[in-house]
Every structure is written in C-alpha cells, then in structure tokens.
C-alpha cells in the first residue's frame, strides 16, 4: 500500500495530436482551450466540434478534461463568454479556469455545476488569498509560481475550507508574477492578459545606471558590462527530480506548461512523470539518469528547481541563452582531415543516432556571441568509448560545445503513442446474451469503468433474428470470438455468458454489426454519466437567453464567434412564462433603461466632478502633493534595502527583520496621517501589489495598532489582501488598484456588492480603450453607483513585477551606490534604445515600469465625461519637484476643462507639451487610444 498521496499529473494539449498524446501517456487530466478566451492565443486550440471530440475521448479513458477561459474578457464579450460557458457545459467538461473575476461570476450564475479553478493569472499567491477562492466558490487554486513549498504547506494548514491546490511541475516559467505582467501590451499592444503575449523577456537588453534630473528623468549614464544580456530569460521547471518531496505535500495537482508544444513534447514529459509518480506509489522511485536525458532533449531552456523547491536567483535565470538546449554531448576536440570526421568528447551516456538533432555551439571570436550551427544527422555515430565520430557537411570549430536538440527516436515513440495506443486500463465489459422465441438475441451489458463508483448498464434487442441452420451452425466458440474482437476501442470483454440453444445460423456481418452496437451503446451511456442532465443545460439555456437580453445583445454579434450547436438548438424559450434570472436575483439595468447613459446617448452633458489623487512613496514627496492641494494621497512607503552588509543578499527576504521593517514603516504612516490631517486631505496606505503572507501578518498587526481615523484607507491589489483587509478589525476603507484587472462590469460588482465588502473606489485597468471604457464605466455608474471609479493618466506605469532581483547581476558596490543616491537610476535598454526604469524593493522584486511615461492631460474632458470621480498621477520613485509640477499642470487642466473654453483643445495640448519635458522616456497615451490587439 502506498504510503505517499499522489497528486493528479495534468498536462496541456494546444492541438488535438497533442491532446491524445498526453492522455495515452498516461495523464489524469488535460487542459485545453477553444478558439478565444484562452491564455495561449498562438496555439492551434479546439474548435467546439473537436472539444466535444476530446473531451469524450478523454471521458472514456478515465481523464478529465478543463478548459481554460482564462483571459480578461472587455464589456462587450460578456454576451459571447457565456455562450462559450454554456457550450463547454454541455459538452461535458470537468472544469473551466478563469482569471477574470467577472467570468468567474458569470459562470456561477450560468452553469453553477461546472467546477471552477482559479487560473494562475489570477496570482494568487498567498494564504489569504486561498481562502478567498474558497469562500467564493472555487474548487481549486492553480498557485502562483513564486509560492515555495513551505508557503503552500503554511498555506494548507491555515486555510478552513476545503480547496485543491494545484502547481506547475514543468515548462516554461514567465519572468513576472502571472496576470501582472503588462510588458508585452505596452510595448507592442499585445497582451499577456489576452493570450498574445509577444515574450519581451527572451529578448536581449543591457542594463543601464545613471544619473536623473530634479524630475526622476534619465539625463545620461552607462551600460553596465556584462557577460550575458537576455536579462530576464528564465529557465525551464522541472520538479521531477523533486517529485517524492512533492508527494509528502498537499498538493492535489501537478501540471505540465506547453500548450504551445507539439504532440512529442507532450507525450514524453507526460510519461516520464506518469512513470514516475507510479513508482513513488509503489515506494519504488528514484531518478532515472535516462528520464532526465528525454526531458531534456524533449525542450528545455536550461532546468531549475524553480521558487517552488528553494532556487536560488542564479539557478532561475537562463541569462545567456533564452532558446532550446536540449541534452548537453560534448565537446569537439579533433578534425581528422583525411577522413572528414569530426571527432567529439562526449559526456553523456545518450549517443546521437540518425536523424537527431544536432547543435553545434562555437566559441565566440572579437566579442561576437557565440556561432551557431546546427544539422540533422543523417548516419548514425561512430562511437569507440567516450570518443564520437560525425560525419558533417562543413567543419566547425574545434573547442566546440555540442548538444542533442532533437530525438528522432522519441519522435517516432510519440507519433506511435497517438496513432496506435497501448491503453493502461480498458474498460472490462460484460456481456449476458439470449435468445427470444424469434431467436432475437437480447442483450444486456455491464461496464465496470474504474473511475465510476457504480457499475453502467445497458439492455437492448438486436435487430434481426437468427435462422435455422441449414448446413453450418454458428458454434458457441465463433459467436464469442467475434463479439470479442474490440481492438482499437477503450473496451475488452472480460466475459460473455451466452444462453446459445444452438444451431442457429446468421451472417458473420450481423455479429460484427451487433458488436459495433453494443460498444456504441455502453459508451453513449457511460458518457452520458459525465455529462449535465438535459435539465441542467435546458436551464442553463434559459438562463443564458435572459441574461443575453439584459445584456442587450444582437443576435448578429453572437453568431459572430459561434456556430449553432445541436445542444443549443431546442425549441425557441417563452420568456413569459420562465422567471427572470439575473445575476445576484436582480434586474440588470439595460442601455434603454440607464438614465446616465441616455443623457451620454441624447448629447446632454453630465455633471460629474472629478478629482486628482496620487501615489506617493515618500513624506517630501507626499507633502508636495498636500501643498498643492491634492485631496487624496495613496502612500506607498519606499523602506530603503538594508546595505549595511553591501551586498544584494542583504535585503529583507533574507534577513527576514520585518519587525524593524514594520516600525519604520509604523512612523512613516503616523507621520504621513499628521500631515494629512493638518491639510485636509485623505491618506491611503498604498499595499504592494503582491503581498506576502509576512507582509499581510505585519501590516495587519500595524493596521491594528494604528489610532482609529490615522488613515481614511487602505489600497490593495490582490484577492489575498482583499480577504486580510475584510476579515480585520480595523474599520477602513478600501480601495481597489489596477492590478485587479478590471476589464468589466461583472468584476466590479463581485469586488463591490457582497455585504462584507467597504469598497470605496476601484481603478479601471490601463489595457483599456476609451470606446472599451465608456462602456464599462457606465454599465458600473448603473449597478454600483455609489463606487468612486479611478484611472491612471501619468507616469511610467508598472509593467511587470517579478521575484527575480536584478541586482544579483551587479557587483555590490553598485548596489550600494543605488540605494545610497537618491538621483541613482537603474534601467534595461532594448534593442530599439528604449529605457525601462527598473526599481528594488524591501523584499528583493524587481519592478519594471514602461519606457516613455503615460500622458492622457489632453483626455481629461473625455474621461470627465465618462464619469470617473478621481484621476491619479502616479510619482512613485520621483523627486519630489516631479509630483508639484505634476499636480499643478494636471490642476490647471481641471480648471481649463471645466471652464470649457474655446480653446479648451489647444490651452491642454499646452500643457502636455510642458508634461511631455520632464516626463521620463517621452510621453504616450498607451492603450488608451490603440486598445490590445485582438486579432485572434
């Protein structure tokens, strides 16, 4: 008996080759995608028809299927995502992974009995945010990347409510936190969040220092010298070596990155770990040196631990080489010219065979980076102990590093394993057979799936009748014989009981038609049990047609991403005579009915005030912005690294002094409160974006400790801190930050209408247009009204935030330097010259913001007019003159704006031209203007 639980192994398919592979190699589970809304655009995805497909032949082979609905979904999609909701129900799926919160909450209104699992773009990454998928409906949390295994375990032991826990094993791994990376969308319009991300971070850049001006603008500096420049490649995970640790953890599900991987990749990673998982089962398991070998010529980007099991900074980046490299051979060591051989040193007990991939890595001449060159072999090796002979079209350099990026071998053994599978468990069948009167045979079958708690049966008469014999009976023997013959299908006839009275006589062409009907019939019926009731789906139907109404939807735009399915083809609903169904049981107020929006529509104007807040993470910085009349400050405070031991490891990730951590941060907050108080104006302490589950226990103990009214607020930025926030004693207010990614009215009213929740504000996220926004604002103004509604218009907006530290790259007197002159600049500069200002934190992340600075002074009016109540000017990591001159030119664009002069185009245009000198990097409207790309 097993004394280790073994978690659920789930693997990816991009394609339905893939799909196949990885169930026949032996996964518990597979995720896939249809043709939008899925997190890997760039993959060849399912069709609906194929999705049914997969999914049965997942379903009669004992696997679960999840479909990922797991990209931010705008305003207008909502109609089209729960179509999508509803297709994927009825065609059985186990579960649907959702990233945005708005998805999430349609699709508990619409098909409350599909399982959901919080995708890992939903980064949640701490106790407390386990706890509030929990609470709020999910069966399963995919964690973040960074949690380690202890934090999981901590995790598990502090959370009440049953919730599966689900980590990446294997794959790629993306340099930022999951669902906060907007790196790709700022640069090219391409989002990660939409599932186009570009990879920006395979990409080269040199890291910059220098100096800044009295405004945080980069004036001049130097590129720091470096020996490698892909600055935030990662490596590949790869846990398997770690997978009896794993074992002991309660972790309930593995999963495999790749849907972007083809079919081999797919089956030889997913049966390394298949083979090894059941070993651990047994108390059999050690590593293979072999297993590792394929893994690593399947793919791989250099392997790592990853955060899950410890890494260290250097172990997790890949900075030299962002591409494949496969299974490290040898070295080129000789040329025998007479022979045309090269000869190579190997190291490895894998010998290249024909048709493998072949690498050869050149030493670097003059500086340059390192020569390509690589080759298929087309005659298997000459190998005589550790020496190799190749037989190649051209020399290459002696000293020359040699890899195995391709095995043909592996290849043949996947494309075999999709076209001809060996099945690990059939599904036994047993078969009674009698005969009427008539000498009808009637048949009753017993299938015995072993993922099914009870048996599935079925009773059905043939549709002929045997004869008489006349010369040739059909003996007992033959009859069986053929209704045996299953080869091919999921099934195997364990025993036939036949009541054969004998003699009788039929075509050999009706016992194999009468054994195609009852493999037929056993599997429609053992599918059936994994599909919803025809009930549930007819109420999801209803459902779906009511809230497609209120959503004031035109039959033309949903038949634009949908075919007509069969399961949706039923006779049309009288809505008179079904209950109104809407979300949270209450009427959803349409474009007809909204008085806001008809004033929009009719040309009238709004009168809607609206107001400047700011970020601020320092006290000269925050009491410039006072002095300028700002009425609401949101006060990160900037704890400086501690550089006493001169080095990058001396930070508060490893010297774990969050209490004097904390009672700095306590006096910066107590002063900060002081200040504000005397000007009027309101303080919100500004939470980073990704808290720990260190960070959440100091700062709700500071909270806790502070005098009632110090602070009006608090802003967090994650679900995590939401449920710290809702779950303390402290009475504050809340305040939601971009990094929510709210993209939709459905997210918002989730955040906003429970009864526990004290939101006072929320900020729309930056990847949205402004056609996007006016309706996203507007349908919010209809539902929650009393929410203030917020939207950044300058600074160098946050792009990515990663656990990575940057500073491991630089020499410690360098990183002395940056923390000890506050005019010290730190970037990486891409290929096109273009600047990304880099920044540390206490805890040792990397924060990388955009390049050219956010600019929307000239959009003032047009956002006034949507109705948003405050516009926030974020002077984070800037001088203190940066937030006066900020606050007095956006307040001089208020007052323009409201006085709605003549000139009113031309008096803000002059202002921008002002913004635009000493904003860093240039200015941009960003994706206020373009919007992401969608061209799915």
């Known amino acids: 008996m097993s004394l280790n639980h073994i978690p659920e192994l789930l693997a990816p398919a991009g394609s339905i080759e893939s799909f196949k592979a990885a169930v026949n190699a032996g996964a518990d589970a597979v995720y896939i995608s249809g043709k939008r809304f899925g997190a890997r655009q760039f993959a060849r995805n399912f069709s609906q028809d194929e999705m049914e497909q997969a999914i049965e032949y997942a379903h009669l082979r004992g696997v679960k299927v999840y479909v990922t609905v797991n990209t931010l979904v705008k305003e207008s999609e909502l109609p089209l995502v729960a179509r999508n909701l509803l297709e994927i129900y009825s065609s059985g799926a186990d579960a649907i992974i959702v990233q945005d919160l708005g998805v999430a909450r349609l699709a508990k209104q619409l098909v409350p009995h599909l399982d959901l699992h919080c995708s890992t773009q939903m980064t949640i990454h701490n106790p407390q945010g386990v706890n509030w998928a929990a609470e709020n409906g999910f069966k399963r949390v995919v964690l973040a990347r960074e949690m380690s295994l202890e934090d999981i375990e901590k995790t598990a032991r502090q959370i009440p409510h049953k919730i599966e826990l689900e980590v990446f094993a294997h794959g790629a791994i993306c340099y930022s936190y999951s669902g906060q990376c907007l790196l790709s969308s700022f640069i ?27 405004y945080g603008k980069y004036q001049e500096g130097r590129e720091i010298p470096l020996k490698d420049h892909y600055l935030l490649s990662t490596k590949d995970l790869a846990i398997y070596p770690h997978l009896d640790r794993i074992s002991k953890a309660p972790v309930d599900s593995i999963k495999i990155e790749g849907r972007m991987r083809p079919p081999e990749y797919v089956a030889n990673v997913v049966n390394v770990y298949r083979e090894a998982l059941d070993s651990i089962a047994q108390g059999q ?32 980046m890949g900075r030299n080489n962002p591409g494949n490299r496969g299974l490290y051979l040898g070295k080129v060591v000789n040329y025998d010219k007479k022979n045309g051989r090269t000869i190579l040193k190997i190291k490895t007990k894998v010998n290249p065979e024909k048709g493998d991939g072949i690498l050869f890595k050149q030493p670097a001449k003059g500086g340059k980076s390192d020569n390509l060159w690589g080759t298929i072999l087309e005659h298997s090796p000459e190998v ?15 000293g020359s590093n040699v890899y195995i990026t391709r095995r043909k071998s592996l290849i043949d053994w996947a494309n075999h394993l999709v076209s001809n599978p060996q099945l690990p468990h059939q599904i036994p069948l047993d078969l009674q057979m009698d005969w009427n009167t008539k000498m009808v045979p009637l048949i009753r079958v017993t299938a015995s799936p072993f993922w099914l708690d009870n048996n599935v049966e079925i009773e059905f008469k043939a549709d002929f009748a045997m004869e008489k014999a006349i010369k040739r009976p059909l003996s007992h023997e033959t009859i069986i014989k053929q209704l045996k ?66 959503m004031n939807l035109e039959e033309s735009i949903l038949e634009e991403s949908s075919r007509e399915k069969n399961s949706l083809k039923k006779e049309p609903i009288d809505l008179k005579k079904e209950p109104i169904i809407t979300l949270k049981n209450k009427p959803m107020v349409t474009l007809k009915d909204d008085p806001i929006i008809n004033q929009t529509v009719s040309g009238e104007k709004i009168s809607q005030s609206i107001n400047l807040a700011i970020y601020a993470d320092g006290i000269p910085s925050l009491e410039a912005a006072l002095q300028a009349g700002c009425g609401r400050i949101y006060f990160q405070p900037k704890i400086e690294v501690n550089t006493e031991g001169k080095s990058p490891q001396a930070c508060l990730k490893h010297s774990h002094d969050y209490k004097a951590y904390f009672n700095r941060m306590d006096l910066l907050i107590r002063e900060a409160a002081t200040l504000c108080q005397d000007y009027g104006s309101d303080l919100v302490w500004k939470w980073p974006d990704i808290t720990s589950r260190m960070f959440i226990a100091g700062a709700t103990h500071l909270l806790n400790n502070l005098p009632q009214k110090s602070i009006s607020g608090v802003m967090f930025g994650g679900t995590g801190a939401l449920w710290a926030l809702q779950n303390n004693s402290y009475p504050v207010n809340l305040h939601g930050s971009g990094s929510l990614n709210i993209w939709n009215h459905l997210t918002a009213d989730q955040l906003i209408s429970p009864p526990e929740s004290s939101l006072k504000s929320i900020t729309l996220s930056p990847e949205l247009s402004r056609e996007e926004l006016k309706k996203v604002v507007l349908k919010i103004q209809s539902i929650v009204p009393h929410c203030e509604l917020e939207f950044m218009v300058q600074g160098n907006l946050e792009a990515l935030v990663s656990e990575d530290c940057l500073l491991q790259v630089m020499g410690d007197e360098m990183f002395v330097e940056k923390f000890n002159d506050p005019h010290q600049f730190l970037g990486i500069k891409d290929i096109k010259n273009r600047i990304f200002p880099v920044e540390i934190d206490a805890e040792c992340r990397t924060h990388i913001s955009n390049s050219v600075e956010l600019c929307l002074l000239d959009h003032i009016p047009s956002l006034q007019d949507m109705g948003f109540s405050q516009l926030v000017i974020d002077s984070r990591n800037k001088p203190v003159d940066y937030a006066l001159t900020m606050l007095s030119t956006y307040q001089k664009a208020l007052e323009l704006t409201s006085q709605q002069g003549s000139q009113l185009g031309k008096k803000l245009n002059s202002l921008k031209k002002k913004v635009k000198k000493i904003s860093n990097g240039g200015i941009t409207s960003g994706n206020f203007l373009r919007g992401v790309n969608d061209d799915y």
Do not use: H
């Not at 991300?197 to 395979?202: F, G, I, N, T």
């Not at 050690?286 to 631990?305: A, H, I, Q, W």
């Open 188 to 214: 090219g319009g391409r989002s990660g969040n939409r599932g186009m991300c570009a990879q920006p971070c395979r990409k080269q850049y040199q890291l910059i220092t220098g100096k800044t001006d009295e």
């Open 485 to 550: 013959k299953t080869g091919g299908t999921p099934f195997i006839i364990r025993n036939i009981f036949l009541n054969y009275p004998g003699d009788l006589f039929t075509p050999i062409g009706n016992l194999n038609q009468l054994r195609r009907q009852i493999l037929q019939k056993i599997q429609d019926k053992i599918l059936k049990t994994k599909k919803p009731s025809t009930k549930d789906i007819e109420s999801a139907r209803i459902i779906f047609s009511q809230l497609t109404k209120e």
């Open 285 to 316: 398991w050690k590593v293979r040196e072999e297993d590792v070998s394929k893994l690593k010529m399947s793919f791989n980007r250099g392997t790592t631990k990853g955060w899950l099991m410890g890494a260290s900074y250097q172990s997790m």
């Open 384 to 398: 005589k102990r550790d020496d190799l002979s190749l037989k190649l079209r051209k020399k290459v350099e002696i």
